[in-house]
């Protein structure tokens, strides 16, 4: 059974920075795509960025410049390195493996698998 384990949220100000952290465990296809992905309040889930396991990657225009997606194969481990944070990026941070991030990437991966979320607060 596959699940992924999300780390690193919490509260920060703005312009603060902060390192999220998604383990993935089980037997999992290490060509899956990887991705992070988020939820504000009374808003729908949205793409954050997304990473194959070649090094392309995919970000939502809100934080290209801000945020850095980065994956460890061996170790079935995707980062998202967050700087320059605004009240804006307030949000439960999902990780994907699979379906969704493939799909972001232009290609598609059969499975999808989510972690439970992280909350990360942005105060002003």
């Known amino acids: 059974q596959v699940q992924l384990v999300e780390s690193g949220g919490g509260l920060v100000q703005t312009g603060g920075s902060l390192r999220l952290s998604c383990a993935a465990s089980?037997?999992?296809?290490?060509?899956?795509?990887m991705g992070w992905y988020r939820q504000a309040p009374g808003k729908q889930r949205e793409l954050v960025a997304a990473?194959?396991?070649?090094?392309?990657?995919k970000y939502a225009d809100s934080v290209k410049g801000r945020f850095t997606i980065s994956r460890v194969n061996a170790e079935n481990t995707v980062y998202l390195e967050m700087n320059s944070l605004e009240p804006a990026d307030t949000a439960v941070y999902y990780c994907?493996?699979?379906?969704?991030?493939?799909?972001?990437?232009?290609?598609?991966?059969?499975?999808?698998?989510w972690g439970k979320g992280t909350l990360v607060t942005v105060s002003s």
């Open positions: 994907n493996v699979g379906r969704s991030s493939s799909r972001a990437l232009g290609y598609y991966n059969g499975m999808d698998y």
């Open positions: 990473i194959s396991n070649g090094g392309m990657n």
């Open positions: 089980g037997t999992i296809n290490s060509f899956y795509a």
